[in-house]
């Protein structure tokens, strides 16, 4: 497709002149579409238009909003299995998990906001005082591509169900899905301004956009190394920042587990979407007279991690989502063999000719001071770690900069309970569960600050006012 609007402002799509922004699959490395990019003026242009739009959209009522919420999600529903073919052009991840975990989420992520609206936003009485909760104002939304449509859903619709107007800055890996996204917003009705898309380059718009002295709050996800640099240029002007960033996350099993039943999920865990996310489990700790048995079982786990063609049925892993990520992920995997660490998995696993695929990589003889055991790969590459008692394992979960999310198993759920509480993370997954949307989902430390999902992410975009006296 050629010539797509990549810039909607005040409810009307701009066609820019200036170069066009080039989406390439990864599985086929062809160019798929062209998008016109936002200038400097049109970050202006938009700034003032979610400026202007915010008095209105600030005064609905949550039931208002949460009318416009079910309007999305429908629209989003109606779109689903185009939305899925998308998110698999743009970044190479398996259709089945395309549908059920990129749009499948950002659906459930709806759901969940507008559920978290149903008792509306009431105010609290504190002695004498009535403690009122309002929108924070504008917000950018800087979004990355490794869940496109996840990523803009937690911030995008919890700003708008907070009565926040918005600047949604995505990916310039992932243009198109944020482009349809948009759509769907404004098809349900959304009024003119209350949300704006600039298509660009993050240096250039997204940069320009944390400055902006119209912004009222930057919520960002990405890497620590951007984040770091986003907050500095928001906080320049003492705006309120929430930051999504990095892991390292540990994946505990006790020594009750049943290794063959667990190795397997774990992997899975570490190699969904290729590791490209943020929560990836990459380093696995496993009592040290059980590690035999779990390297054999993650071998064979990761036979069945074979990348292949993301469209074909029966593909658990397609490529990464570029040649720059595929050459980093490869140095990382240099680097483990350099600094001592054993493959696990096959050496020669079959690759498609063309796409950017990398083989995922089980190492053994890992040891916390490695760089593959320091630092986020955002590749398949698992860390198999052994440690001596659970002590020695919480501290080696602790020690990395990071805090995002973590695993723990056993069969008894209560001793893996008192481990989880003892982990230093915005969460942990006891013996696999799965996400839960309404639950806060955030990190600590340098993964970030600030909580999404549901009712706390409703929260980040409000601000209390206390009114002394009025109670
Ligand atoms: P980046 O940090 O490279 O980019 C994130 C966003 O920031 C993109 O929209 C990017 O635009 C933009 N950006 C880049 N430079 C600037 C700048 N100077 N000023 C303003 N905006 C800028 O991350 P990736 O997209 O590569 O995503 C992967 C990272 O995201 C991983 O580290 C992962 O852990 C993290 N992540 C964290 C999650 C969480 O919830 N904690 C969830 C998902 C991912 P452009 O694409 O145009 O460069």
């Known amino acids: 497709v050629t010539g797509r609007c990549g810039v909607f402002v005040d409810g009307r799509w701009l066609d820019r002149k200036g170069v066009p922004l080039e989406v390439v699959n990864p599985a086929t490395e062809e160019v798929i579409a062209d998008v016109s990019q936002a200038q400097h ?11 202007a739009a915010f008095p209105l959209w600030a005064h609905t009522t949550p039931a208002e909003r949460r009318q416009l919420l079910a309007g999305i999600e429908q629209g989003l529903e109606e779109r689903s299995e185009e939305l899925a073919r998308t998110v698999t052009a743009e970044i190479g991840s398996p259709l089945w998990f395309s549908r059920s975990a990129q749009v499948g989420l ?3 992520g709806v759901r969940a906001l507008r559920e978290a609206l149903a008792d509306g936003i009431p105010d609290e009485r504190v002695g004498d005082a009535l403690v009122v909760s309002e929108p924070v104002g504008v917000v ?5 591509w490794n869940f496109p449509l996840h990523q803009i859903v937690q911030k995008v619709i919890a700003a708008l169900a907070a009565g926040c107007t918005v600047v949604l800055k995505p990916s310039e890996l992932a243009p198109l899905s944020a482009i349809a996204f948009t759509e769907v ?4 009705g959304l009024p003119p301004g209350v949300v704006n898309l600039l298509i660009g380059a993050g240096p250039i718009v997204g940069e320009r956009l944390a400055r902006h002295d119209g912004i009222e709050m930057v919520s960002f996800t990405g890497s620590t190394a ?10 320049a002007g003492i705006k309120k920042v929430t930051l999504e960033l990095g892991g390292k996350s540990a994946n505990l099993l006790l020594d009750d587990c049943d290794w063959s039943t667990v190795v397997p999920k774990a992997v899975r865990q570490c190699f969904a979407n290729s590791g490209q996310t943020c929560v990836a489990f990459s380093r696995l700790l496993v009592p040290d007279d059980h590690v035999g048995e779990v390297e054999e079982l993650c071998r064979d786990a990761a036979r069945s991690w074979a990348p292949g063609n993301p469209q074909a049925e029966g593909v658990l892993m397609g490529p990464l989502v570029s040649r720059s990520l595929r050459a980093r992920v490869r140095t990382y995997i240099a680097s483990g063999i350099a600094q001592g660490a054993r493959r696990v998995s096959d050496e020669a696993v079959e690759l498609p000719e063309r796409g950017w695929y990398v083989a995922p990589t089980v190492f053994g003889d890992v040891t916390p001071a490695m760089t ?4 986020e790969i ?9 440690y001596r008692d659970v002590d020695e394992a919480v501290a080696v979960a602790n020690d990395t900069p990071y805090g995002l999310s973590g695993g723990v198993w056993s069969a008894d759920t209560g001793r893996a309970v008192a481990i989880a509480r003892r982990l230093c993370t915005g969460e942990v997954a006891i013996n696999g569960a799965e996400l839960e949307l309404a639950a806060p989902f955030g990190g600590r430390r340098r993964s970030g600050h600030g909580r999404e999902g549901g009712r706390h992410g409703i929260l980040e975009f409000l601000e209390s006012k206390t ?4 109670a």
Request: no cysteine; glycine share 8%.
């Open 106 to 108: 950002a659906i459930a």
């Open 41 to 51: 003026p049109d970050v202006d242009a938009a700034v003032a238009a979610a400026r």
């Open 372 to 375: 593959i055991a320091r630092e």
């Open 140 to 144: 950018a939304a800087i979004t990355p």
């Open 185 to 188: 917003l404004d098809k349900a």
């Open 226 to 235: 951007t984040g770091r640099r986003v907050g500095a240029a928001a906080m």
């Open 378 to 386: 955002f590749g398949p590459v698992l860390s198999v770690m052994p």
């Open 467 to 470: 009114l002394l006296g009025a």
